[in-house]
């Protein structure tokens, strides 16, 4: 269905939100008053998770003008690159009436369109005198015709919103995106590929995923240093704790020094650099033991009281890794002793 504007613009639901949302100290297509929790703040909130896929309500969603009567000039999205008050801030603030129509500011008379503007003040400085010839001239071709003003969806060839069009579109970006796809590895158990994988995913308990879940905690300090928010690219990265086991794990494997910004650089950290196949899996599944080995003396920390240390979490690294890769990769020749000074598969 192709929505006509009118009937969204006069909907009491909309009307509603537009009451306790619109702020006229800041003007927005889609008013959300951060101050008032609730189903609102829960929808418009869908918002960043819709830029996260690169979809932006303002590109995906135009308007076609017929008589520009029921579109709104200045906030609805109908020219091409956006809401005119966002792109002509400067205009906007002198405008008299913000929620005018197109067809209030673009009149069609006898010798073609012309303008109709409504300004607080007659002079205008330099950069409203430039952003006026700029309006001006995008304006022009623009046409007013009978018939009322439609709105269309771009994923869509009919321009109707469908659900099934809108995910058949989230998926295809996120095939052309494998980088996010989480690589597993069979030399390590699952229970220890599922805690980064969590990780990547900001699925863990961590102080700052249970403070914002609302579950009440003591404090969000890190379980490790005690110094920055606990969040899973701090604990397993920017944490002074990791970064000491990270310099170590580089030396044993006799890689670069380790830097990386997020979880999701230290899961692709084994396809850099030169080396065999086998030798890229083994970083890997030293990765994803390490990651596991970090979160559970996080875990100990803050349900045994334990004292973070890395000497102790790098032992345990070398020994389960030890231990999982030697019996789940059939390498029965691999000794302790070459694991050690990491020289593998001869
Ligand atoms: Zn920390």
């Not at 829960?42 to 819709?50: A, D, E, G, Y």
Request: hydrophobic share 40%; proline share 4%; glycine share 4%.
């Amino acid at each position: 269905m192709v929505v006509e504007v009118q009937d969204g613009k006069k909907g009491l639901w909309r009307r509603i939100v537009w009451a306790i949302h619109h702020n006229s100290r800041a003007w927005s297509d889609i008013p959300a008053k951060i101050s008032v929790p609730g189903p609102w703040k829960n929808i418009v909130n869908i918002r960043l998770n819709m830029d996260n896929v690169d979809v932006d309500l303002n590109r995906v969603v135009s308007t076609e003008i017929t008589n520009g009567l029921t579109t709104e000039f200045w906030l609805d999205n109908w020219a091409s690159s956006g809401p005119l008050y966002k792109l002509f801030p400067n205009l906007f603030k002198l405008e008299i009436e913000k929620e005018c129509s197109v067809a209030d500011r673009l009149v069609m008379g006898s010798c073609g369109m012309s303008f109709n503007w409504r300004w607080s003040r007659p002079d205008f400085n330099f950069s409203e005198q430039t952003e006026l010839q700029q309006l001006e001239n995008d304006l022009e071709a623009t046409n007013l015709t009978s018939g009322c003003d439609k709105r269309s969806w771009k994923y869509d060839n009919a321009g109707e919103f469908r659900v099934s069009s809108f995910k058949k579109f989230i998926s295809m970006h996120n095939r052309i995106r494998p980088s996010r796809v989480f690589e597993w590895n069979n030399w390590v158990p699952k229970k220890v590929a599922i805690v980064a994988w969590r990780a990547v995913m900001e699925r863990l308990p961590t102080k700052c995923a249970l403070s914002n879940r609302n579950i009440v905690i003591q404090d969000r300090f890190c379980s490790l240093c005690g110094n920055y928010e606990e969040t899973s690219d701090h604990i397993f990265v920017a944490c002074h704790f990791a970064q000491v086991i990270w310099q170590y794990i580089a030396d044993w494997c006799k890689i670069p020094p380790i830097i990386v910004f997020d979880i999701k650089d230290l899961l692709e950290l084994h396809g850099l650099g030169p080396g065999s196949r086998k030798k890229k899996k083994v970083i890997h599944a030293i990765v994803l033991v390490v990651i596991w080995c970090i979160w559970k003396i996080r875990n100990d920390s803050v349900f045994g009281q334990a004292i973070p240390n890395t000497t102790k979490v790098l032992d345990e690294v070398r020994s389960m890794a030890y231990l999982w890769i030697k019996n789940r990769s059939r390498e029965a020749e691999l000794t302790w002793e070459n694991w050690c000074r990491f020289n593998l598969f001869g």
